[in-house]
Nanobody, 123 residues
Framework: QLQASGGGVVQAGGSLRLSCAAS????????VSWFRQPPGKEREFVGL????????NYADIVKGRFTISRDNARNTVSLQMNTLKPEDTAVYYC??????????????????WGHGTLVTVSS
């Protein structure tokens, strides 16, 4: 089960931090991914993190601005978004799968989804 939170309105150039609370019997092979869906567009991959070793992978469009981390004690994954741009406006979703990190960037391989949280970046 996943639950995303932290969305809101921020000015361009600002920062926002999203959280995804996860509940599972075991986290050993869990891979948590972030996706987003801009208004009128298809959902797209943002980044992911392996719970096992903290390995991360990012989409080119956010690389260097967004950082994903995990908190083992709180069972949460965070998406720190810096230098936000109006084009980052979207509904952000966290998703998860057990197993390979390699396919975590593809929607169809993520079995668990949280409700989205809206991020609006004003210019």
């Amino acid at each position: 089960q996943l639950q995303a939170s932290g969305g809101g309105v921020v000015q361009a150039g600002g920062s926002l931090r999203l959280s995804c609370a996860a509940s599972a019997r075991t986290f050993a092979s869990l891979v948590v991914s972030w996706f987003r869906q801009p208004p009128g567009k298809e959902r797209e991959f943002v980044g992911l993190i392996s719970w096992r070793d903290g390995t991360t992978n990012y989409a080119d469009i956010v690389k260097g601005r967004f950082t994903i981390s995990r908190d083992n004690a709180r069972n949460t994954v965070s998406l720190q978004m810096n230098t936000l741009k109006p084009e980052d406006t979207a509904v952000y979703y966290c998703a998860a799968r057990f197993g390979s990190v390699a396919v975590g960037r593809y929607e169809k391989y993520n079995n668990y989804w949280g409700h989205g949280t809206l991020v609006t970046v004003s210019s």
